[in-house]
């Protein structure tokens, strides 16, 4: 469900291990897809973003997680700011590099 | 371990003993506490800043491991295991920083020990690049060559290499610290922007020593530095920098980050104050514990010896036939090659700036070209400048043309160092954690626009440099046109300063209008470049004479007449 003002969120990390940019998909496991990200409420996400800090430290799985706006365009979902289009994608200015190259 | 020492090269400091086993206990020391944090014994608070220590911070995409090159200078031995490191564990590529260093984008953690193993087979390491620590001292980029030296900036700075790497002092700093040496009669180091900026001088006796300014830096808050002392006599320069690190020690301030670094408390306390507790712990430490012996001075300067240049003419005919018949190469010696102190030698600056390139990027197989054409031609030794550009410094006249003709064979021979091209850049929002904006793609559109080699002859001496944020890790503050990135609710904009300069007549720009979007900045830069050829007095007039005769009005009307 969405936010009152239509806002869906997810949350984005980077893997301990290796840096990687990972999401939190809809089962609670992390995936490197945004396509795959658990899109969630305020609320969901505030909620999910607690629960996730704790299991990855536990886990030692992820470092700097935090949650993200996401808007839909075109019925696709998107990050609504240039940073998390970047971390979803690559650099801009090398499409042959980041997650962008493996699509 | 495996060493292979960089060899008895020209104008490269040789690890000993001390230095090795230092570098090696901290690789070891690193490679424990990446196992703790990664079978959960160091939290990440815990781990995060022994990792920045380290050299490492976590970017928008994987860790950026920062390699420190020691005021920019390294052997090919050093920059082709540089490239291999690049193939094996990044992703083929390098970024050299207005920090003179080395930057890759896509490390993983648990590569990182085997990493710096690497690195100190050739005596490097990442340290002192990140942290409030004194990071790695910079220098002229021409540094042992240029023809207007008066002081190799390179014997102290390795000096402050030694001095700082294990001083319990300066480990925890209120903030980063950094200081830039010049010793030429041109200031390619940009030293008034530092927090410490040094320049190296020598009185009517021929004694070196130094003139001290402090309290420079870029950032959210640009300071110019102020100068403090006209003459530190070189057994004291270390006593002399020791006593304003301890009252910044004492006094700086750890509360704001925003408020910690020198430049503040030199502004807050006022420069006489300052000056006053400077010399009062200087004339406390004075004395035979922190006097620099001049034997330990003369040491350090063998390691930087002249390399075994030949007894050449002044000047080459072989390369003045080379430059009548290609008119592409005559061009490049003409911007891209200064003179050198010994006859019939030259410095040749490679652009890292192809047009719509990547300013600072290289590949791994480019780093191997250079790292062979350094064997071949500037006995074996290179240099990073802040502009991000790489310097073959000891190269002959007789053997530019066959220099250039491999360069351009891979991309490297661009001529455009210090015109409209040769554009700095930070990574900006395509790679950086901090940034706002992305730097990137306008410097790449810009060079684009201004690509044509005569057009930019045209235009003449005009620096143009990029940050993605406040920050200014893109010295957007002191270029000619500086571009800072900031986002307005979601969307990129690209605010214009003008009159800034790097050199000894430091000057911050200033704000020329309201910011313009992406996609109007490239058109807003050739308009200011149009207004200043328009009004130019003749070709000697560079644009900043033009700026400081005409003001900024005429820039202003023609970029914002239609608002």
């Known amino acids: 469900m969405p936010s009152p003002d239509g806002t869906l969120h997810a949350i984005t990390a980077n893997r301990l291990r290796d840096g990687v940019v990972v999401f939190l998909g809809a089962a609670g496991a992390w995936v490197e897809s945004f396509a795959d990200a658990a899109l969630l409420t305020e609320a969901e996400a505030t909620t999910a973003l607690a629960a996730a800090k704790a299991q990855a430290e536990r886990d030692q799985f992820g470092v700097d997680l935090y949650a993200f706006e996401v808007e839909s365009e075109n019925g696709a979902a998107l990050p609504v700011k240039m940073r998390e289009r970047i971390r979803t994608l690559g650099p801009s200015v090398r499409l042959d590099l980041g997650k962008q190259a493996a699509a | ?198 320049l190296a001088r020598r ?181 990073v400048s802040h502009v991000q550009n790489i310097v073959l410094a000891h190269v002959k006249q007789d053997e530019l043309y066959a220099l250039w003709q491999k360069l351009d064979a891979v991309n490297l021979g661009t001529a455009n160092a210090g015109l409209i091209g040769d554009i700095i850049a930070c990574p900006g929002l395509d790679y950086c954690a901090l940034a706002n904006a992305r730097a990137i793609p306008l410097a790449q559109a810009i060079s684009a626009r201004f690509a044509d080699p005569l057009r930019q002859r045209t235009i003449g001496e005009l620096g143009i440099k990029i940050s993605g944020c406040i920050n200014a890790c893109g010295h957007h503050h002191v270029a000619a046109i500086g571009i800072l990135g900031v986002d307005k609710k979601g969307t990129e904009f690209y605010q214009i300063t003008v009159g800034g300069d790097p050199t000894l007549t430091t000057a911050i720009g200033d704000i020329l209008g309201p910011a313009v979007t992406e996609h109007e900045a490239v058109d807003a830069i050739e308009a200011i470049v149009e207004v200043y050829l328009a009004n130019r007095t003749g070709e000697s007039e560079r644009f900043l004479d033009t700026l400081a005769r005409v003001g900024h009005g005429p820039f202003k009307e023609r970029i914002y007449a239609a608002d």
Request: hydrophobic content about 40%.
């Open chain 2, 203 to 383: 009185n009517e006796a021929g004694e070196a020593g130094f003139t001290f300014y402090v309290g420079g830096g870029l950032g959210r808050s640009p300071f110019i530095g102020k100068l403090v002392r006209e003459w530190v006599a070189e057994e004291d320069f270390v006593a002399y920098l020791e006593a304003i690190l301890r009252v910044y020690n004492q006094y700086g301030r750890r509360d704001n980050i925003y408020k910690a670094r020198i430049k503040i408390l030199v502004h807050e306390l006022g420069l006489e104050k300052f000056k006053a507790e400077v010399e009062e712990e200087f004339a406390r430490l004075r004395g035979p514990k922190y006097r620099l012996d001049p034997a330990i001075v003369a040491e350090i300067r063998t390691h930087f010896a002249p390399p075994p240049f030949e007894d050449l003419p002044e000047t080459s005919s072989a390369l003045e036939r080379a430059k009548a018949e290609n008119p592409a190469f005559a061009n490049w010696v003409a911007v891209n090659v200064a003179e050198h102190k010994a006859p019939g030698y030259a410095i040749a600056t490679i652009s890292l700036k192809p047009p719509g390139g990547i300013p600072g990027d290289a590949s791994c197989d480019q780093m191997d070209v250079i790292a062979d054409l350094a064997e071949q031609y500037s006995f074996g030794e290179l240099r």
């Open chain 2, 1 to 198: 371990m495996n060493h292979i020492a960089p060899g008895a090269r020209a104008g490269i400091y040789h690890y000993d003993e001390i230095d090795r086993r230092f570098v090696g206990e901290r690789v070891e020391q690193f490679r424990r506490q990446v196992e703790r944090r990664l079978s959960g014994e160091l939290t990440e608070e815990e781990f995060k800043p022994i990792r920045l220590m380290n050299g490492l911070y976590l970017q928008l995409h994987a860790y950026m491991l920062r390699i420190a090159v020691p005021y920019g200078v390294m052997s090919a031995v050093q920059l082709r295991k540089l490239a291999e490191i690049g193939r094996t564990y990044d992703k083929g590529y390098g970024h050299f920083t207005t920090r003179q260093n080395l930057q890759y984008n896509w490390i993983k953690l648990e590569d990182t020990p085997a990493i710096l193993n690497a690195l100190a087979d050739v005596d490097m390491h990442a340290l002192q690049t990140s942290g409030n620590c004194v990071r790695n001292v910079t220098t002229d980029q021409f540094v042992g060559a240029a023809k207007d030296e008066v002081v190799d900036g390179r014997v102290y700075a390795e000096i402050l290499r030694q001095w700082t790497s294990l001083h319990p002092e300066f480990t925890y700093l209120p903030r980063k610290f950094k200081i830039a040496i010049s010793g030429a009669a041109s200031d390619r180091a940009a030293v008034r922007v530092h927090d410490v900026g040094l």
